[in-house]
């Protein structure tokens, strides 16, 4: 066994130069990618009420600056993992990269909020790192170090996201906001020139079909849900508005299985979506998303919002500090999923009961910082946990020559939670703050944390569906 990768054979005498990079270097360069995209996806979440101020907006359209980002990421990804296994995996890493580079800097210039939520949109139309990464990682790793670099590249999906809010918190205290953004391009383009410079680019397997019409009514649907909850936020649900837009989406999802079967190559594939083994981790990441995406945005914002502090306010910076202890919980979870502590069925659904319990502790003791911080820690024990071994049990299931889409699936699932996450988050904090707390609850953490812990723990039933996570891909 050498430490070099396999190189991606050429098709029928065509002679393209390959990479055979290191081991080493392949998860260096895929690693850098993933976690300038996760930390740039939560950076601005201890920003929102500065954001909200800032700019002069509400609480449900501060959190569009994470609901866009989450909802483009998830419309490219559907993109993304097709055309990697199309026309090479690292080619299209290369340019999701400098997709997200380019909308940094628009963030770091923006003058108003939608100059801002834009540019978070542009980023996340580089959704498809993660999934990308992951993949060449899977293909380019030997076989005896393919299952603990799989752990690392997606553990380090959920350090970025918990690094990156409390490192967020921080810049803006010390240098503002566009300062944050600032950051995310430059982290992302040393990892744009080490995927280039390391991995390199394989040769075609085939020509790009791009399906618009699948992708215009997913994108609109989900846009649309998204938009029923944050002006649910705004004016209230009942509003005709509102409801006509919820419809609007729902019928669009439901009518996308037509609008897929007439398509020659369509962006999502539906017999791998619905195989029981991809179906069931796509479930339980979004629902496990949900919850933690969700504490992720609404702990920084309750830290510094007059409703929820209790006797003391804390700043950006302060209040993304926080997180410090759910970050260091997922390293540490995420390492020992990735050593094969358990089988990753039961690692999933422990990891899953855990992250309840965490945001149960932190909507009972709410106001109590260290109980907060102690809750986080729980949740981040199981965050991490889970979200490592979904990708493994993955690996052993999905056909490889569809890993790639594979991948996207279950990042498109994760996504989703997060921007979900996000606005019933938000949804939460205008509805509280809009009202008299004694006429609401005398603890009114528990109404922000108590519907993300149920969305947890649904995942951890949905998760005994699981495959054990040692059987043979079927290929």
Not at 342 to 349: E, G
Not at 413 to 434: P, Y
């Amino acid at each position: 066994m050498t430490d070099s990768c396999e190189a991606v054979a050429p098709r029928k005498g065509i002679v393209i130069p390959v990479h055979s990079p290191s081991a080493r270097g392949v998860l260096t360069a895929a690693v850098l990618a993933v976690f300038a995209f996760s930390a740039s996806q939560m950076a601005v979440a201890p920003l929102l009420s500065r954001i909200q101020s800032d700019f002069d907006v509400t609480a449900s359209t501060a959190g569009w600056t994470l609901s866009a980002f989450s909802l483009a990421a998830v419309v490219t990804t559907l993109v993304g993992g097709r055309s990697g296994d199309e026309i090479g995996h690292a080619r299209v890493l290369v340019f999701s990269l400098t997709v997200f580079v380019v909308g940094a800097v628009i963030c770091a210039v923006a003058v108003n909020a939608g100059i801002l939520i834009a540019g978070r949109a542009v980023m996340g139309c580089g959704g498809a790192i993660f999934p990308l990464a992951l993949t060449v990682a899977a293909k380019r790793l030997p076989p005896g170090r393919r299952t603990s670099g799989i752990a690392l590249v997606s553990g380090t999906l959920g350090l970025g996201s918990t690094v990156g809010a409390p490192a967020g918190g921080v810049l803006a205290d010390v240098a503002g906001i566009p300062a944050v953004f600032i950051g995310c391009a430059i982290v992302a383009a040393v990892a744009l020139i080490a995927v280039v410079k390391v991995i390199g680019f394989e040769p075609r397997s085939g020509p790009f079909q791009f399906d618009s019409a699948g992708i215009t009514v997913y994108g609109t649907g989900i846009t649309c849900l998204l938009v029923a909850l944050s002006s649910a936020g705004n004016g209230g649900f009942a509003q005709p508005l509102t409801l006509c837009t919820f419809a609007v989406g729902i019928v669009l999802l439901i009518s996308l299985g037509w609008v897929e079967s007439r398509v020659a190559f369509p962006a999502l594939n539906f017999k791998l979506l619905t195989a029981k083994p991809i179906a069931v981790a796509n479930v339980t990441s979004a629902l496990l998303s949900t919850g933690i995406s969700g504490m992720l945005a609404l702990l920084p914002m309750a830290a510094q919002d007059a409703h929820f502090g209790g006797q003391t306010l804390l700043s950006v910076g302060q209040s993304g500090a926080l997180l410090v202890p759910h970050t260091i919980a997922v390293v540490a979870a995420s390492w020992l999923a990735g050593r094969g502590f358990m089988r990753s069925k039961s690692c999933i659904i422990l990891g899953c009961l855990m992250s309840g319990f965490g945001l149960v502790v932190m909507g009972l003791m709410g106001s109590t910082w260290w109980a907060v911080a102690a809750g986080g820690v729980v949740a981040g024990i199981g965050s991490g946990f889970a979200f490592t071994a979904i990708p493994i049990a993955l690996e052993n299931v999905a056909p490889r020559n569809h890993l790639g889409q594979a991948n996207s699936l279950t990042s498109i699932h994760r996504m989703l939670g997060a921007a979900f996450g996000t606005q019933i988050g938000m949804l939460m904090v205008s509805v509280i703050g809009s009202h008299p707390l004694n006429l609401v609850t005398p603890n009114p953490f528990l109404l922000l944390y108590l519907p993300l812990a149920a969305s947890c723990f649904v995942a951890s039933a949905v998760a005994l569906n699981l495959q054990g996570g040692t059987s043979p891909r079927q290929d």
